[in-house]
Every structure is written in structure tokens, then in C-alpha cells.
């Protein structure tokens, strides 16, 4: 069976941690488990391979994931936080719940970043949040074939992404996707220029 391949190391840590979340029992009491600290990075010859143990944190998974250095350069050559192209790993149904994650945690720090506006580093966390539910619901959009209406239910190939679509397809239409995409830089924008007085 051939190593699952991400486009990135993000990609990759993002992966470990959807699946890992999925099946561990203990997420919710504990909402903040560290899966990260339960995988190793090694070097090989084309690229990274990340290794996730779960024994430590009670959980019968293993996930390896290979990165291919070759990508990962394309994608920080072209700035683009995920990599090119569309995802392998996550589908467009566990992107789309992503983007909408990372929103309500750009609104919660910034209402920690109200309470401390002259914390530089409150201010990148609202900065980074709001980058990257942008960053993730464009990711959801890659699945659309160009002209469609709609991402196509080939898109959705995890239990979770497709319970998603099954509950709000409508979420996954191209208007409903470059709308988000548009309000969350233009709240990011927005957000800058406010507590900076230069343009974003």
C-alpha cells in the first residue's frame, strides 16, 4: 500500500489531526490534546514522513504521512499555505468545517486582542485565524470543476465531509464558497486597517 501523500507539512500536521480527533473519546473532555506532540518528522531521501503514535494518548491509531520536499518548496515558492492543486487527504466537506473553525477562533482572539490592544502577538493570532479560515474555504473551492454550480459529491469521500454535505449542501455551492472566502478578507482587511491605519 502506497505512503499517503500530503502537499505540504501543514497539510500533513492538519490530516494527523483530523483523524486523530475523530477517533479519540477522550477530545472531549479534553478539547486541547496535543497530537503533534505524538508525531515524529524524519528526512528521508525525497521528502518528510510524519509518524503519529496514539498508544501514549490511550488511542489504537497509527498515521504516517510523506511529504514530498519537492512540494513542499512549490508551495512556499507560490505562497500557498495548504500547496497547489486539491487536497488528497482532506475532502471538500472537512475544508469547509475547517474555514468556519478557524473564523470563530479569529473572533474569539479578537475579543481577547479588544482586551489587549497593544499585544502584537494577540494581534497576529486574529491576523493568523482570520488567514486561515480564508486559506481553508478555498480550499473547499478547489473541488469545484470550473463552471459548476456546485462541488460535486465525488468530493466528499470521509464519513465526516459527507455527513457535512448531507446536512447543509447549500454550503457548498460556488456562491456560498466565494462569499465566505470574500467576507473573511474583507473582515480581515478591515481589522487591519482599524488597528493599524494602513491598508491591509
Known sequence: ??????????????????TASRDDPGRAAEP??????H???????????????GQALGL???????????????ARRDRLRFGSGRSELIDAGQWRVLGAAYARRAMREDLLFAASPD????????VRAWEWARDATAE????LPPGAAAVPASAFWTG???AIHREAPQRFTRASLEDDIAAYQ??????????TGRDA
Open 1 to 18: 500500500m502506497s505512503p499517503l501523500r500530503a502537499r505540504t507539512l501543514t497539510e500533513a500536521h492538519l490530516y494527523i489531526t483530523l
Open 32 to 37: 486541547e490534546r496535543d497530537y503533534e506532540a
Open 39 to 53: 508525531t515524529t518528522l524524519t528526512e528521508g531521501r525525497d521528502g518528510w514522513t510524519l509518524r503519529f503514535d
Open 60 to 74: 489504537a491509531l497509527g498515521v504516517e504521512v510523506v511529504v514530498p520536499y519537492e512540494a513542499e518548496a512549490e
Open 119 to 126: 499585544d502584537p502577538e494577540r494581534f497576529q493570532g486574529v
Open 140 to 143: 473547499a473551492a478547489r473541488f
Open 160 to 162: 465526516h465531509g459527507a
Open 186 to 195: 474583507e473582515t480581515l482587511d478591515d481589522f487591519i486597517v482599524t488597528n
